[in-house]
């Protein structure tokens, strides 16, 4: 694998977590819980999809073969997406969407951080403007695991649920492959072990405020690294990919 | 040269915000730099929010005004980097704010000393009636850019521009 290659994997596996869930969260349009969560859920979809759009342009420039941040978006097939397996789970109830949300900006918070000194000036700076957005994200997140885990019997039942499925697609968050090791040697890409430490933390932290536990001896599920997905995201690129499918060369 | 980018910037602070009409791109700091290559302008902005949904329509109202000028060849460039911040909002901009009914930024306190988990530790001023006695009804509002405050006093909801 050459340092080009492995940077245009890395700005997909980035982008892809964005757009997916930026996507999912966009499905709530209009039929959040009530209207100020239906414009918070809008909001964070906005800013994700925005930084994907950001993050695919330069994969594609990177790449050089004439594809465009479109063509990235709606023209690669589930195989050839590297976002988490995490991203792409479903909705479901409101507490799934919080949880799989407040894991996800746990990471991204750390991850940007650290992201923002590397060497690769372009990432550095998309860095930087993301971790101002996630920061307004994680806020939010945290403070909905507290009133979910420490709200009624019903709310902390779902809540406990919702994480005590979803753990088991938090181990690959951490994982690194050949990618990772080429573009740590140039200190482009962030050592996940230093992200893992911290998310540890703050994770353990807001559980204990909200009562929620940690499960234990999970088994982890993996393979998105390899384009290897849940059935879940073939129906959201489907629906995500129709209209760009249908009408090649639509624009906004 | 100078006279020339100076006249165009002088233009670029004519195009209202599109989501806030009463502050222009320029007073808002999306607008970065001006410069001259031969006869082609290049106009540098930046956005706001990375998902923000006015960068089209900024990235078209510079190019019909300039164009409408009788500029020729013009060329927008966005970046990233510096991050935008509330910081460069002109203080101006920030009277004109309070006059629409938006609460503009405080000044900022930096992020990292604060817990990660906190809200900002601000109090926000009710653009209607004055009153410092107000509370947030939710960090995210009707822009990327604005959250939503009640005032406890004349009991108005209101915008507040966030810091960022």
């Known amino acids: 694998m050459t340092n080009q290659e492995a940077l245009v994997n890395y700005c997909l596996r980035l982008a892809d977590n964005n757009l997916i869930l930026g996507h999912r969260l966009s499905e709530l349009s209009g039929k959040g819980p009530f209207l100020e969560e239906d414009i918070a859920t809008t909001n964070i979809a906005l800013d994700l999809i925005g930084q994907a759009s950001s993050l695919l342009q330069y994969a594609a420039e990177v790449e050089g073969k004439g594809r465009t941040e479109d063509d990235l978006a709606f023209l690669r097939g589930e195989r050839e997406f590297y976002n988490t397996l995490l991203a792409e789970q479903e909705n479901k109830d409101f507490a799934v969407t919080i949880a799989r949300q407040f894991l996800t900006d746990a990471f991204d918070y750390f991850f940007y951080d650290e992201l923002k000194k590397s060497a690769d000036a372009r990432l550095a700076a998309l860095a930087e403007k993301s971790h101002k957005e996630i920061t307004y994200h994680l806020r939010h997140t945290s403070k909905w695991m507290e009133r979910l885990g420490e709200g009624t019997e019903e709310s902390h039942r779902r809540i406990q649920d919702a994480v005590d499925n979803l753990w088991r697609f938090t181990g690959e968050l951490f994982e690194m492959n050949e990618v990772d090791e080429i573009l740590l040697k140039e200190k482009i890409a962030v050592d996940l072990n230093v992200v893992k430490i911290q998310w540890d933390k703050l994770v353990a932290e807001v559980f204990a405020n909200s009562g929620i536990s940690i499960p234990e001896n999970v088994f982890m599920q993996r393979g998105s690294r390899e384009g290897k997905h849940t059935e879940k995201l073939g129906y959201l690129l489907a629906e995500m990919q129709h209209l760009h499918r249908a009408f090649p060369g639509v624009q906004w | ?164």
């Open chain 2, 1 to 164: 040269m100078e006279l020339q980018t100076d006249h165009i910037n002088q233009l670029l602070g004519q195009i209202p915000d599109p989501e806030i009409p009463v502050i222009s791109i320029v007073e808002l700091g999306v607008v970065r730099g001006v410069s001259m290559e031969g006869d082609k302008v290049i106009v540098t902005i930046t956005p706001t929010y990375s998902g923000c949904p006015a960068m089209r329509t900024i990235e078209m109202d510079i190019f019909n005004k300039l164009k409408d000028e009788g500029f020729e060849h013009i060329e927008i460039r966005t970046v990233q980097s510096p991050a935008w911040t509330t910081d460069w909002m002109a203080e101006e901009a920030k009277e004109k704010l309070r006059a629409y009914g938006i609460a503009p930024p405080n000044e900022h306190i930096n992020q990292r000393v604060r817990s990660i988990l906190s809200d900002e530790v601000t109090h926000v001023q009710c653009p209607h009636c004055a009153s410092w006695n107000t509370h947030l009804t939710s960090q995210f509002g009707s822009t990327a850019c604005k959250a939503l405050y009640k005032c406890d006093d004349c009991l108005e909801p209101f915008d507040y521009f966030k810091c960022i």
